[in-house]
């Protein structure tokens, strides 16, 4: 690993493509959790402002 | 691997009693370490600790306060570190505490992944009795989060340790990890909806990405850095350093914990060897926000001299360096192996990165629920959601009904989880420590992370616990405190 080269160079072939280049990988499909009865079940029990009264201390 | 690694996880806990504030917290905190009802010793022996020494050689006069949570301190009278803080330790060798405003669970020292991951995930159910017995006691309704952030501006660490070699110094440690450490979240990181600094977004993969503003120093508080300088060895500092790992986030799902701390090792081994790939990242801060924020999975990271890389190629070199130059062991392969499948899997095979990783889970029950109720990411329902990923109540969080639907990797068995809460199965020093509050507590005086403290007869006798000695499962069956002492005391010989 001590190839300078290699440090800036990608091992699969994506020629000519630079930083800023807006061709990037297209995001990967979300798999839908089957069965979902009880996490919907849950995620609908949740209260949904838990997180807006949530307020922490700063820790480490 | 040729070099073993001894490591630990210490997981800071988000507290939430009904009718209590953050102004609260410090006190809730204690009284809820406090009331944990398990067989625990007392007498925490704080000579020991070193926050404020940096691996760089020096010392700062103080460590740095988020200004903005001092507030919540103004007109309290809380005294001194260890005056504001119940500590406990528990008969596994664990440390069980409030570190100010947090419930925290430092788990005990540990050989392999799987042990350490086990003894993180039985920390869960340590924090949870704790909440449970506090909440009878004090009549308050309770809820405890496995995370690092409120969505507020507030963060809170699960840090990691590994204890290395002195030699290497913070001169090879600094560039051989931190490359690893801006580019483990894309295999390791929590999620999280929205962001809390600069630009918004949607969703993260990072939960502490919003916190870091340097690339190092000794700060754990405030000014947070990706890679950490604190020198606290809590053995030897002649021979050891430990690594204070600070950029990682809580993980629900034990595998995600088990290759965060692989691939730390990895590039610590490769340290150790000095063959660790050698990357020179422009902006590590900004880079690891850029890759927390990508939601393209692409993790572009520009390197110093107009260069760039991804990283991928980043995670793939210190693969291959791996394999090229070191003698692997189980761990380590293991590592290599399921770190290359999930990059595989990225934006081919969704199942397999959801069941594995925290971020795409949780990304996974978001964008479901949002499906099916016809919302958008706006929604701040989502970020409530978020909170009860990490919900530690079995019977309450999200994570826990994805493992029920079989959706993420199943937990480990209450068969393998409560013998952990009491025991340690590893020879490693918590043995020791674990089996002094076990069986001579009533002898104990005090104990830290390297040293057991007794009185025999109105003397006092501390014992070293040097870390790299082996401490087999038979000093729990000694019943005499003297012979317990020949017996640690010949192993330091």
Redesign the interface.
Known sequence: ??DGD???R???PEPGK??GDES?????????????N??????KR??????????????? | MSDRILAGIET?Y???LEGR??ED??DDSMALVRDYPGECFVGWDYRYESPRSDLRGFKLERLA??P??AK?DQGRAHGKDHEVRADRVLPNGARFYN????PEYSTPECWSLDELALHDCAGETVVHRAAQAHAAASGHSIRI?KNN????G????T?ESYLVPRRLGFEKLYPALLPMLVVRQILTGAGKVGSEQGARCDFQLSQRADFFSDAANAE???RRPIFNTRDEPHADPRDWIRLHV?CGDANMIPRCTARKVGLVKLALQLCIND??????IADPVRAFQAISR?????F?V??E??????G??IL??YF??AEATLDLDADARWTIQNSRSILEA???D??T??SQVDWAAK???L???M??EGIGWN???L??????YHNVDPD?S?HA??R????VAPNPSAKELIPRITECFEPTRAVARGAAVARFRDYLRAVSWSSLTFEIEGQYVELELRPDVDYPSELREIRDVGTFIEAIKERMA
Do not use: C
């Open positions: 690993m001590s290699r440090l800036t990608p091992l699969t630079k930083l990037g990988p297209s995001r990967p499909e979300v798999r839908k959790p089957g069965g979902g009880e996490l919907l079940r849950r995620m949740v209260d949904p402002d838990q997180a807006k009264r949530y307020r922490q201390r700063s820790g480490e | 800071e988000g507290i939430y504030g953050a917290q410090v306060v988020d903005e949570d919540f570190d100010h405003g947090h989060y952030t409120d969505f507020h507030a963060s809170y660490g840090h754990t508080l405030f600070i063959t660790a790939p050698i990357w020179k990508d939601s393209s999975y692409g572009q520009p390197l001299g107009r260069n760039w890389t991804t991928h190629e793939e070199s291959a360096a990225l934006g081919k969704p199942p990165v959801q990304r996974g029950m964008e479901h629920f499906e099916e929604d701040p329902s970020q409530a959601f978020d909170l009860e309450e999200l009904a994805l029920e639907m079989g959706s």
